[in-house]
C-alpha cells in the first residue's frame, strides 16, 4: 500500500521560504514520478511541480517557476519542495502526489496522493 506523508508546512510571512518533504513508503520510488500539487479554499487542486523517476527533468507551473524548485532524494524515498519568496497567494494545502513512470500534471493523472500539508502565507 503506497502510503506518502508530507511535512514542512506552517506558517510564515510574504517574502520567506518554506521546504515541503515527502516520504514514500509502500512502493519502489525511483519507478515513480512524483509531484506536488496544492489546493486553495474554494478552488480546484492545481499541478505546482513534478520531477521524473530520476531527477533529470523537472515541470513547474508558471506561477511558481524562478521561485520553487522540486528534488528528489532516490536513497531516502523522499521528494522535497522548495519554496522561496513566498506570496499570500501560495497560501494552500500542498498534496505530494506520485505516478507511476510518467510526470502528472493534471489532479486525475496522479496515482496516489498525500493527505496535505497546510502552507499559509500572510502579508
Known amino acids: 500500500q503506497v502510503q506518502l506523508v508530507e511535512s514542512g508546512g506552517g506558517l510564515v510571512q510574504a517574502g520567506g521560504s518554506l521546504r515541503l518533504s515527502c516520504a514514500a513508503s509502500?512502493?519502489?520510488?525511483?519507478?515513480?514520478?512524483m509531484g506536488w500539487f496544492r489546493q486553495a479554499p474554494g478552488k480546484e487542486r492545481e499541478f505546482v511541480a513534478a520531477?521524473?523517476?530520476?531527477?533529470?527533468?523537472?515541470n513547474y507551473a508558471d506561477s511558481v517557476k524562478g521561485r520553487f524548485t522540486i528534488s528528489r532524494d532516490n536513497a531516502k524515498n523522499t521528494v522535497y519542495l522548495q519554496m522561496n519568496t513566498l506570496k499570500p497567494e501560495d497560501t494552500a494545502v500542498y498534496y505530494c502526489?506520485?505516478?507511476?513512470?510518467?510526470?502528472?500534471?493534471?489532479?486525475?493523472?496522479?496515482?496516489?496522493w498525500g493527505q496535505g500539508t497546510q502552507v499559509t502565507v500572510s502579508s
Open positions: 509502500g512502493l519502489t520510488f525511483s519507478n515513480y514520478a
Open positions: 502526489a506520485a505516478n507511476s513512470l510518467v510526470m502528472a500534471t493534471k489532479p486525475r493523472e496522479v496515482d496516489s
Open positions: 520531477v521524473t523517476r530520476r531527477g533529470a527533468i523537472r
